[in-house]
Every structure is written in structure tokens, then in C-alpha cells.
């Protein structure tokens, strides 16, 4: 079986055993497609928590057919096209010391990049009819950590204004999600190209520059004064401690990622004096991976995909997403 797996902050091909028949409660599934995220990038050059020694396979979002099911799966058949819940252990509600462990494609625990996996029955989600394989990878971690952030976590309102950085995933995602529930998006980057693109394609209401260093006081005042009800931070660092000052009272921050660094300078009054509350995002559970595809389902929703890449190109893959060109989700096609 052919697969990818990290070896020294190393991404390589290699050459994997076959899974065996699935056991009690697992499925056997043939991987479709796979879709790439930062977090899939910090691992394999290092940069994701302590090093990890050894090889394991990478890769955390895949979508695909199951091709047999263990005993006690009822859920599934042969045949259904399935997407999987980036946790093998996190069913639903809050997640465990136990199941924080069992994040796929990190820390030894295989992921998904090869043509085969054996996986939990019951993190496996039934694929939205509508989307392609390549579109059903996208929603695990990237579309998963959106609807958490905005929706299950993030409880948006209509009306409310959402802010967002970039244009990556988890961004563009949001801002799909934002404009299903009612809400108005924001949003920053330098580009003045993916600022066009977002406001034409993903209903982003208006950009502002981060470079520019008064972008908070620029959407305080874009807003009325008033600021954002909900930020979805992937940035962390500097960007954050900016994103508290162009938030409104009572306003939710869900703080998604690291892009901007792991280290920041800010003013604690910005939260205490506005009531703010934060709240870290991990992606989520399997039943919100499920809440997720059932809402892609009614609203007709399409994931937003920049580019595909062949299986002999995935160390291509990782660096294109390094460089940050793309707009949305970068995906792999498997063999």
C-alpha cells in the first residue's frame, strides 16, 4: 500500500502494509481524497508541540468508500462515501485528556495520507450527496474548526459582525458559514486580489489591510462604533491582541490558530472592560462533523478549493501551502 509518512520533520513516500480486516465497532475504508492543513504542515517540518520520534503515517482529513465494516457497525455499508472525524475518540460534548490523545496524523498516531485506513466506525460521517471526494476532504479539520467556531461554539447570531483573518480553510469557510447563518462578514488581508475574490465569491461584506496598524480602529468605525460581536482568530500573536480591540462588548473570540506566532503582547482591560469572552478551538466532535455535513446538505454549500494535486506531487503539495498563495483548501488526489 502506497502512503506518506513523516520521518525526521520529513514528509516521504513509502511503502505501507496493508490494514488488516476491520475489528469490532471499525471500518475499512479506501481513501479518495486528502486535504491539507497548517497543522499538517507544522507537523511535518517539526513545529507542532514536542518533536516526535519515529514514523507515522500524516495527514489528518480524507473522504472515501467504505469497503467493509467490523461487527456491531450498523451505521454503515459498504459502498457509503464517508468523511473522517479528525479524532478517532471524540464522539460528542467535550473532549477528554484520553480523547486529545488520539488526533490522527500527530504525535504517532497514524493519519490518513495512504490508500487505505481501518478507522472508528464512529468517527466516520456520511459524505454530503452533493460534493465531490475532494470537496468531502475539506471538512474535517477546516470546515469542522469553522462550524465551531462560528456555529456549535461560536453561537452566531444573524446580523451580528464576524471577523476574519486571511484567506486560508478555516477562514473561508467561516465566512460561508457566516453568511448562511444571517451574519455579516469582515475580514483582513494584504492582498488586494483575495480581497476582491472574498467579497465577489464568499459574501465578505468588507477588507481592511493588517499591515496598516489602525485596522482595529478601521472596523470600529466600519461598524458603527460599535465593533464585532464574534472574531474567528487563526492568526494568534500580535494579531490577536489587535483583535481584541476591534471587538464590541460582549463579544466572542474563538481563537483557532497560530499563523502570526506563538507569542503576543495585550492589554487585559481589552477583554475585562468589553466583557469578552475567549475560547480556544480544537476543531470539534464527530457529532458536530455530522451537524456540519447536515448543513452543507440544506444549504447547498460548496467548499472552496484552490488547487489539486496529484499523490506523487504531496511534497509539492505542503510547500505550496507553506508559500500561502492559495484561497481556501489545497487537496491531494490519491491513487
Known sequence: MHGYIIDNN???HAE????????????LV???????NYRDLM??????GRPYEGTFVAGSDMAGDVLDTGPGVEHLRPGDRVVNAPFLDWPAGKLTTDGMMTLVGAGGVDGVLCEQVRYPAAALVHMPSHFSYHEGATLPIAGLTAWASVVSQGHVLAGEWVLLHGTGGVSVFAAQLARIAGARALLTTSSKEKAGRMKAAFGVVETFDYRDEDWPERVRSFTGGTGVDLVVDVAGGQTFANSLKACALHARVSLVGILD??????????????QIQVRGIYTSSAEDLRDLARACEASKLRPCIDRVFP???VPA??????SQRHI???VCAMP
Not at 18 to 25: A, T
Not at 43 to 48: D, F, I, P
Request: aromatic share 12%.
Open 16 to 27: 505501507l502494509p496493508d490494514p488488516v480486516e476491520p475489528g469490532p465497532g471499525e471500518a
Open 261 to 274: 506566532g506563538f507569542e503576543t503582547r495585550l492589554n487585559p482591560f481589552d477583554i475585562i472592560g468589553r
Open 10 to 12: 520529513l514528509i516521504r
Open 317 to 322: 503539495a505542503y510547500d505550496y501551502l507553506e
Open 328 to 330: 481556501g483548501k489545497i
Open 30 to 36: 479506501k481513501v479518495r481524497s486528502i486535504s491539507l
Open 311 to 313: 499523490f506523487d506531487e
Open 43 to 48: 507537523v511535518a517540518r517539526g513545529r507542532y
